[in-house]
């Protein structure tokens, strides 16, 4: 009993600065039942113990639980919920993931699951993303890309990026470290020719160069900043030349490039390889977790056998398994050839996968997220065609936006006609059939109207037909005659026909909408949608959900997004 609650009481001044007899009393009772017979003997054992140890100190408590109930000092790990599997060794407030992008032009949908999955893994452990923009290759970088990805991140994260950095801002980081295996006797500076190095890889060879003195291997590295030309040189690191992996032999870690880079220009020729700059980055960044594709397994082992050379911890590394975007044009290389020669009009042209693009038509960064909680980290390959993509963004982004999408009426290539005999009336239609509070617009409309002539052309003689919210008619000898208002009156009508959407033939607004394939449909809608501004999203009933783009004068643009 006297161990018992002595453990107790000094667990709970240790944790709370005072002792709560009531509590230490029913810990007590838990860790032994039997002492139920005689509680008021427990209390007065609490009593006695809580006067013992009101004089010691915060450490001095802290040590005597370490000597007799340790157990008590371990911190319950806390438990984290959230809609993915949790990642070892992740810890709230502590989890810190980047994603690495290269500037060769703005992120597309085969980015998003990998961001979005990283995102959504910073959300569930309260950490950082990071953005690393891997610019390192002079050969194939796209200026403007630095300012679009980290636009394209913000909106993938709802503007929750934690930092971005750019690798060629930190060449000065990487050239040290890279001294600093030299120097470890870690790395050496091969100079051999590049098939004669393969050759000897291929079979197990050490080159020549790598069993050179360090002093030696000192002065090659710093003659690769000023003497040695591209393609002489290349800094290579020490590992197992007969690994039976060939790729982990004596891989590359810096080498010579002298093309003009769009941010330090010429001033820098020697540049690291992408497993150097990311080992040395995720160290030097804190990165708890590296979140990729299955196809960067290798370069994990690479960028952890640097780590452990320079003395570091490594992250978790953790992989999914290769997405095929079937049938999908994501190349920003061909992209980029395409737009300079005039296929499509820009990095945002509506039938391209780019997020810009899609952002550009309406589609939530949320939807994209939904997705890759949907595939979760999986190592699973999965080919994704574009009809079964497109059917599960459209979804997923449909339950985003329908609330906040009002309704309108649209006539795609209008046709007008005139129902004989029928009312004027201002006809009142809801914004959202849903939120009646939202508020109303009104057609004002006599006998003359416009229809769209798709459904114009399937009338049929005899039929009766509804506009929407307002009249019933029935096509006879070629005219359209007033039946009547009565929506029950169409229900029950044995010959009906469709219901159509319509407007009154004057106070319309030009509308244009660009069509997924770029090409344009023309017409009228409501005057009521000039109260839109640039960016809202509305569903032109029947026809689907789409983005207002521009406002000129009495001309509304909107791009489709979907049904």
């Known amino acids: 009993m006297e161990t018992i609650s002595l453990k107790h009481c000094l667990k709970n001044v240790y944790e709370f600065g005072s002792v709560n007899p009531k509590v230490v009393l029913g810990l007590t009772l838990r860790d032994n039942p039997e002492l139920k017979k005689d509680v008021p003997k427990v209390l007065k054992e609490i009593d006695k113990t809580i006067k013992e140890i009101s004089s010691l100190s915060k450490e001095e408590v802290k040590s005597k639980l370490e000597e007799i109930a340790p157990e008590l000092l371990k911190e319950k790990k806390k438990e984290i919920k959230g809609p993915l599997k949790e990642l070892p060794n992740a810890k709230e407030g502590k989890f810190v993931v980047r994603i690495a992008p290269s500037p060769s032009g703005p992120l597309h949908i085969g980015h998003a699951y990998g961001s979005s999955l990283n995102y959504e893994y910073v959300k569930m452990y309260n950490g950082k993303f990071i953005v690393r923009i891997e610019d390192t290759n002079p050969d194939n970088i796209y200026p403007n890309a630095y300012e679009l990805i980290e636009d394209d991140t913000n909106w993938l994260t709802d503007n929750n990026v934690s930092q971005v950095i750019v690798q060629s801002e930190r060449l000065g980081i990487y050239y040290d470290y890279a001294e600093q295996l ?101 160290h030097e960044l804190g990165i708890t977790h590296v979140l990729n594709g299955k196809d960067h397994h290798d370069n994990g082992i690479k960028e952890a056998l640097i780590m452990k050379y320079l003395g570091w911890k490594t992250p978790e590394y953790k992989h999914w398994g290769r997405i095929n975007f079937e049938g999908f044009k994501l190349s920003t290389t061909k992209t980029k050839l395409a737009i300079e020669q005039g296929e499509y009009t820009g990095w945002d042209d509506i039938r391209l996968m780019t997020l810009l693009a899609l952002r550009k038509r309406g589609y939530q960064a949320g939807a994209f997220r939904k997705y890759a909680l949907e595939i979760g980290l999986s190592l699973n390959d999965k080919t994704v065609s574009q009809k079964e993509f497109w059917k599960n963004i459209n979804a997923f982004n449909k339950e985003l936006i329908e609330e906040k999408s ?51 052309e399937k009338f049929v003689e005899g039929k009766i037909y509804r506009l929407m919210d307002y009249c019933n008619f029935e096509v006879k000898d070629r005219k359209f005659l007033f039946v009547s208002e009565d929506y029950e009156d169409f229900k029950n009508a044995k010959n009906k026909g469709m219901i159509i959407h319509w407007l009154p033939v004057e106070d319309n607004v030009v509308t244009e909408v660009v069509l997924e394939d770029n090409s344009h449909a023309l017409g009228l809608g409501e005057k009521s949608m000039l109260n839109l501004k640039e960016g809202d999203l509305v569903q032109l009933e029947r026809f689907s959900f789409c983005r207002l783009d521009k406002k000129e004068g009495n001309k509304l643009t909107f791009w489709y997004l979907h049904k």
């Not at 091969?190 to 393969?198: F, G, M, Q, S």
């Not at 710093?222 to 040695?228: D, L």
């Not at 800094?235 to 769009?262: C, G, Q, W, Y």
């Open 406 to 456: 009002n309704r309108y009426f649209f006539i795609h290539d209008p046709v007008g006609i005139k129902i004989l005999n029928s009312p004027k009336k201002a006809v009142q239609l809801d914004l959202h059939p849903d939120f009646p509070d939202r508020g109303q617009r009104t057609l004002t409309v006599h006998d003359e109207i416009n229809i769209a002539e798709d459904d114009y």
């Open 182 to 282: 030299v120097q470890k006797n870690k790395a050496y500076v091969c100079t051999c020719n590049l098939d004669e190095w393969r050759e000897m890889k291929k079979e197990g060879k050490a080159c020549p160069c790598r069993d050179l003195e360090v002093k030696e291997q000192q002065i090659r590295y710093a003659k690769m900043f000023n003497e040695y030309a591209e393609g002489e040189a290349v800094l290579k690191l020490k590992t197992d030349i007969k690994d039976k992996n060939p790729a982990m032999r004596d891989f590359s870690l810096m080498r010579i490039n002298e093309r003009v880079h769009p941010k330090t220009g010429k001033e820098q020729r020697v540049w690291p390889l992408m497993v150097f700059s990311v080992a040395i980055d995720d």
